[in-house]
């Protein structure tokens, strides 16, 4: 059965999961654009970590920070490879889009790999399918050749 909770990002049974997100990232583009987030930093009282369990299994993960402009970034949504293909990540996408309208903010923001890291097409696909917009940079990074910054408005 599939479950989507709030978890510890430092959890033991988490780490394959954190670990196959941090390698995918940095492998994926020059160290100075990666942002991804490991256990520590997903554990700031700014963040707040789902998992998404079948049965007691963790098959992925994502992760909402606050901004003070009053926005929500998506962060860490990560589907281990092994589960791809289920719609796991749109499952964890319409959550944390839920969780974010009902704490307020007024849009969800992310960062990803820029058109020209083939890693990053199939997450740019779904978020485009989910009806996030291209914008320039979101709360807090600076404009990056790298990076996509893509918006959805919750108004």
Known sequence: ?????LADPGADNLRPLIEAHLAHSQGAGP????HT???????????????????????????????????????????????RGRGLARDLMTHLETQA???????????TGAAHLEEYSAARKLYEALGYNYCGP???????PNSAFMRLDLD
């Open 138 to 144: 979101i709360f807090g990074y600076p404009d990056d």
């Open 37 to 83: 987030m490991g256990a520590d930093a997903l554990r700031e009282p700014h963040v707040r970590f789902w998992v998404l369990y079948d049965d007691e299994t963790p098959l992925g993960c994502g992760a909402l920070k606050t901004l003070d402009d009053g926005t929500a970034e998506v962060k860490s949504v990560h589907v281990a490879a092994a589960a």
């Open 31 to 34: 160290d100075e654009s990666n």
């Open 101 to 111: 309208r009902n704490s307020g903010a007024t849009a969800l923001v992310l960062e």
């Open 1 to 5: 059965m599939i479950d989507i909770r």
